[in-house]
Every structure is written in structure tokens, then in C-alpha cells.
């Protein structure tokens, strides 16, 4: 059963990608896009989200990033954007509050409908989280050693795809589904990220998710619920007084 929630704020959701910066806020019907790459610093991604999102009208702020976030703040700079994040101030840039959380983590929140879910981002990489009973973990699959040397990432990723094929490639995805949904105990699994597409037929417990759900977790991040999410809305610890 999933925890009784209520909306209480007009949330501006960034979803900051390898290719592209997707935002939406509260009450608007079209996302809206900005290419990204490798000169997408931390900097640049925040003059141009508030450019698109001058005429907008928000409370808070959401951000998926493609990278590890312990207690709100990313912890290494993204493989595929400009440098800068570890360390930014989104508050202060936003002059508003602000939640840092891993993509993955935020797209799975969206597609949660409840139980023991796995989510698996079909990517550059592999992103993955884990909500179990409402209590969400952001998870770090990708680098485990899966065959040859190699990890999840290297065979279910981009890199995967391109080496393998789009067959050899599918049947790799089924086996680790499979093998992760079995380690984890999870309920079901859904699948997401640009490369789900490529999936032709889904493994036993598996459904499609869908990008877009990367809002709904961004707006349930500022939902007031009985039970939590997770520890990913933790506010940063307050300066200790000498």
C-alpha cells in the first residue's frame, strides 16, 4: 500500500541528461528541452533553465543528476557533462529550495506503484534504484562484475549495445533483469532510459516506464507523506557552532 501524500507546492523539475536538460514545472502541459553535452557545466545549466523557465511560476526545484547524491549533493562530476557540480550551490542559485537526487532515483519515484520495485535506466549506462514498501534506495549496479571482466554497465549500456547488436544485446538485458530482480527480491521491474525503447519483448514482471515519469518523481519529492521516500530528502546537516 502506498503512503497517503498531498501536493503542497508548484515544483520546477530538472532532469539534467547526457544529451539533453529536461524541465517541466507544475501546471505546465509540454516539458521543455536544452541540448546538453560536454560543456554543460553546473553554471550554464542553471542560466539556461532559468531562461526558459522566466515566465514559470515555482516554489522549489528538483533535480535529477546523472551521478551519485549522498544527502542532496552530488559527490563526483557526470562521465558526459561540463564540471562544477560537485560543491555547486543550487539554492542559492535558485533563490529557492532545492532537492539534488540521482535520475534514476527520480525517474523510478515516478513510476512507483508500490510493493518491491527494481529500477533499471536503460542508458549511457545503467542506472538503477530500489523502493521497497515506499522507502526508496538509490542503488550503484552499474560497475558489478557481470562476465568476462566486464560489469552490468559494459554490456546493458550504450557501450553494450554498440558492440554486441541490438539482439545479442536484448538477450543480455533479459539475463540481467533476471539476475537482479531474483538478488534483490524485487516484486516486478521497470525499465527505463533512452535504450528501453530497443526492447522488444519484456522479461516475466517487467513493464516499460516511461522518461516523462522523471516528473512525477520530481513533484512527489516536495509531497508531506506519512512514510518517506527515502534519505535523499535530507537537508544538509547544519554548521556545527565553535
Known amino acids: 500500500m502506498r503512503a497517503a501524500s498531498r501536493k503542497v507546492n508548484r515544483v520546477l523539475v530538472i532532469d539534467v541528461g547526457g544529451t539533453h536538460v529536461k524541465l517541466m514545472a507544475t501546471g505546465q502541459r ?8 560536454p560543456k554543460m557545466t553546473a553554471a550554464k545549466m542553471i542560466r539556461d533553465v532559468k531562461r526558459l523557465a522566466k515566465r514559470w511560476q515555482y516554489d522549489c526545484v528538483s533535480i535529477g543528476y546523472p551521478g551519485s547524491v549522498i544527502h542532496g ?8 557533462l561540463g564540471g562544477g557540480w560537485v560543491g555547486f550551490n543550487f539554492v542559492k542559485a535558485f533563490d529557492r529550495p532545492v532537492k539534488v537526487i540521482n535520475d534514476a532515483a527520480m525517474q ?3 513510476s512507483y ?3 518491491r520495485m527494481l529500477f533499471l535506466g536503460l542508458g ?6 530500489m523502493i521497497v514498501d515506499g522507502i526508496l534506495e538509490p542503488m550503484e549496479l552499474a560497475h558489478l562484475p557481470y562476465r568476462n571482466g566486464k560489469t552490468y554497465e559494459d554490456y546493458v549500456g550504450i557501450r ?14 533479459a539475463d540481467v533483469v533476471e539476475r537482479l530482480k531474483n538478488a534483490l527480491e524485487a516484486e516486478y521491474v521497470v525499465l527505463g532510459g533512452g535504450n528501453a525503447r530497443h ?5 516475466p514482471d517487467t513493464r516499460m516506464g516511461d522518461n516523462r515519469n522523471a516528473f512525477v518523481g520530481g513533484s512527489r519529492l516536495w509531497e508531506k507523506r506519512t512514510q518517506p521516500f527515502g534519505g535523499n530528502e535530507k ?8
Open 113 to 115: 506503484q508500490g510493493g
Open 160 to 173: 553494450g549495445l554498440k558492440r554486441l547488436g541490438k539482439k545479442n544485446w536484448r538477450r543480455h538485458v
Open 124 to 129: 549511457a549506462g545503467l542506472g538503477s534504484a
Open 108 to 110: 523510478a519515484l515516478g
Open 235 to 242: 537537508k544538509p546537516a547544519a554548521k556545527r557552532r565553535r
Open 199 to 203: 526492447i522488444k519483448d519484456l522479461p
Open 30 to 37: 509540454e516539458e521543455r528541452r536544452i541540448p546538453s553535452g
Open 73 to 80: 549533493h552530488p559527490v563526483h562530476e557526470p562521465y558526459n
